[in-house]
C-alpha cells in the first residue's frame, strides 16, 4: 500500500509566478489535509478537504492560496503569483474518515521562491 | 484551542530511555492526546496516541495522568536513529473531525 505522495518535491518559482502542488492520499483516503512548515517551526494547518468539499480552510492565507481535491485525481495546493515569504515545505497527510486522530504524511514539497 | 507547551531540545546518551513531557492544560474530555516524530527533510509520522493512563507499541509508551494536563512520551533505549522533532498534538473537535495543531516540538539529540 502506498504510501502519501506529493510531488514536486521541489519547487523553483519567480516572484509573480503560479506553484501547483499535489498530493496523492493513500489508497482508501478521502480526507486530505495541507501544513506548511516554515524553516525552523512547527507546522501550521492550511485546509482540510475531502472529495470535491473543502471542510475547514480557516488556516489558509485569504488571498492567492486555493485548494481543490476533485472527484478523480490529486489534491491540488495553488498559489498564485508568489512572494518570498511563500518559500516553505509544503505537507499534505490524509486519514480514512474525518474521525481518526492519526493522519499519515508525505515527504512535502520544498517550495523556493527567488 | 488547547495550547501545547514542551522542552525545545534535549540531548540524551545512546541506550537511555528519554522522557519527552507535554503540558496541556486546556485541553477538552473528548481531546485525544498525539504524538508524532519528523525527521529532516520528511513529513512527521505518528507514533502514540492515548486518551488517559498509559498506552505502549513496539515503539514508545505514552503517560497521562488522570487530570490529563500533561503527558510524557517515553522512548526506550534510544538510538541515534531517534534523532528527530517529537511533536506533541490535542484534538480539537472542531465540526467532528480531528483538526490538529502543531508546536515547535522538543528536538531530541541522541549523542553517541
Known amino acids: 500500500n502506498a504510501g502519501v505522495m506529493q510531488n514536486p518535491r521541489h519547487l523553483v518559482r519567480r516572484r509573480g509566478q503560479e506553484a501547483r502542488l499535489r498530493c496523492s492520499p493513500m489508497?482508501?483516503?478521502?480526507?486530505v489535509y495541507w501544513y506548511r512548515q516554515l524553516p525552523e517551526e512547527g507546522l501550521k494547518f492550511m485546509v482540510y478537504?475531502?472529495?470535491?468539499?473543502?471542510?475547514?480552510e480557516s488556516g489558509m492565507p485569504k488571498e492567492r492560496f486555493s485548494a481543490e481535491f476533485p472527484k478523480e485525481g490529486p489534491s491540488i495546493l495553488r498559489i498564485q503569483q508568489v512572494v518570498r515569504g511563500d518559500s516553505a515545505a509544503y505537507f499534505c497527510?490524509?486519514?480514512?474518515?474525518?474521525?481518526?486522530?492519526?493522519?499519515?504524511f508525505g515527504p512535502g514539497t520544498r517550495l523556493t521562491v527567488t | 484551542l488547547a495550547k501545547t507547551t514542551q522542552p525545545i531540545s534535549m540531548d540524551s546518551y545512546e541506550g537511555q530511555e528519554v522522557n519527552i513531557t507535554c503540558s496541556h492544560n486546556?485541553?477538552?474530555?473528548?481531546?485525544?492526546i498525539t504524538w508524532y516524530q519528523q525527521f529532516p527533510s520528511q513529513g512527521p509520522r505518528f507514533i502514540i496516541q492515548?486518551?488517559?493512563t498509559k498506552v505502549t507499541n513496539e515503539v514508545a509508551s505514552l503517560f497521562i495522568p488522570a487530570d490529563r494536563k500533561s503527558s510524557t512520551l517515553s522512548l526506550p533505549r534510544v538510538s541515534l536513529s531517534d534523532t528527530a522533532v517529537y511533536y506533541c498534538?490535542?484534538?480539537?473537535?472542531?465540526?467532528?473531525?480531528?483538526?490538529?495543531?502543531f508546536g515547535t516540538g522538543t528536538k531530541l539529540q541522541v549523542i553517541p
Open positions: 497527510a490524509s486519514s480514512p474518515d474525518r474521525s481518526t486522530y492519526e493522519q499519515y
Open positions: 489508497k482508501g483516503h478521502s480526507h
Open positions: 478537504l475531502q472529495k470535491e468539499n473543502i471542510i475547514d
Open positions: 486546556n485541553i477538552a474530555t473528548n481531546d485525544y
Open positions: 492515548g486518551y488517559k
Open positions: 498534538l490535542v484534538g480539537v473537535n472542531s465540526g467532528g473531525y480531528q483538526k490538529v495543531t
